[in-house]
């Protein structure tokens, strides 16, 4: 799929399009380096041990690098907006399923949200910029894209923390990441 224009980044920086695909990028680098910093902690607080927390990592990445594979082919076919979709509807999942973390059918859900936008997340990072805007200013594109999603990352650690320090529970920082993945989705 060749796009029509070669878009500058000034170009790209002026239209919806790159804001609906980055802004949920940004946040769930936002939300996973949060949830990593403090992955000890956030099971603990509700009776999790070490390592039934560390264990969601296999399956997350299981789960994410069998989709990255299929979303790759997939993304040949369908729109992206729809793999944006997908992204967010897990985004949602996974973080509710972390706001209610227990052993049972949230540790479960939340292991499955979070593989399927981790899997998502890598396909749209690597298809989005160049089949929207194409190949020429594709380095300057995907930098500016790449700062918002630091940005976020860098976030993320410092909302958990005050979440945790001032009001005593990882729960208050999560339910605000998911009304801001809520907001966005609606756009």
């Known amino acids: 799929i060749k796009p029509f224009k070669q878009f500058t980044l000034k170009e790209a920086r002026k239209g919806i ?15 996973i380096t949060g949830f990593t910093f403090h992955l000890f902690s956030l099971f603990n607080e509700v009776g999790i041990n070490r390592d039934k927390a560390l264990a969601v990592f296999i399956p997350v990445s299981l789960i994410s690098v069998s989709l990255a594979l299929f979303g790759g082919y997939i993304s040949d076919h369908i729109k992206l907006k729809y793999l944006l979709y997908i992204m967010i509807g897990a ?5 509710i399923c972390l706001a209610n973390i ?22 749209l990072m690597a298809v989005t910029w160049p089949r929207f805007y194409g190949r020429e200013h594709l380095g300057k594109i995907t930098g500016f894209v790449m700062s918002l999603i630091v940005f976020g990352s860098a976030l993320g650690p410092f909302l958990f923390s005050v979440s945790f320090l001032q009001l005593g529970s990882y729960r208050y920082a999560i339910w605000v990441l998911v009304i801001i993945v809520f907001i966005t989705s609606l756009f």
């Open 17 to 31: 399009t790159l804001w609906l695909f980055a802004i949920p990028l940004a946040i769930y680098a936002f939300y």
């Open 102 to 123: 227990n052993d049972g059918i949230f540790y479960i859900g939340f292991i499955i949200g979070n593989g399927v936008v981790s899997g998502i997340y890598n396909v």
């Open 91 to 95: 985004e949602l999942l996974g973080l």
